[in-house]
């Protein structure tokens, strides 16, 4: 049997950021599901469940903590989940690597 050789484009895996929106490769951002334990940082990003991405600045996991996340995994964020979040979010650099001000979008309700 012949194989035909077929060129494969490589695909990156794309993403939304929850906290600034910006599409970016998946392994730039940090998934979190939401499990029966509350939301977890998915560190395999293979964890079963609903999921959303977060840039892996602490920007964005701010942002993405005042409402995206639970809009996001349908969810509220419990004290233990802002807890945890918080800790996480604390061991991100400060700095951006990357500078994103594409859409500085003011959500304000
Ligand atoms: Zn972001």
């Known amino acids: 049997m012949a194989k035909k050789p077929q060129k494969r484009i490589k695909h990156l895996p794309q993403r939304t950021c ?5 599409v ?7 998934r979190l599901v939401r499990t029966p334990e509350g939301i977890m940082v998915d560190e395999t990003g293979k964890a079963a469940g609903r999921g959303a991405y977060v840039h892996n600045t602490r920007r964005c996991w701010e942002q993405a903590l005042k409402g995206p996340i639970s809009h996001a995994l349908r969810t509220d964020i419990t004290p233990a989940d802002q807890q945890r979040l918080k800790e996480y979010l604390e061991r991100l650099p400060e700095v951006d690597p990357i500078e994103n001000r594409a859409e500085s979008r003011d959500v304000t309700n």
């Open 24 to 30: 970016l490769a998946k392994r730039e951002l940090v």
């Open 18 to 22: 929850i906290g600034c929106k910006t």
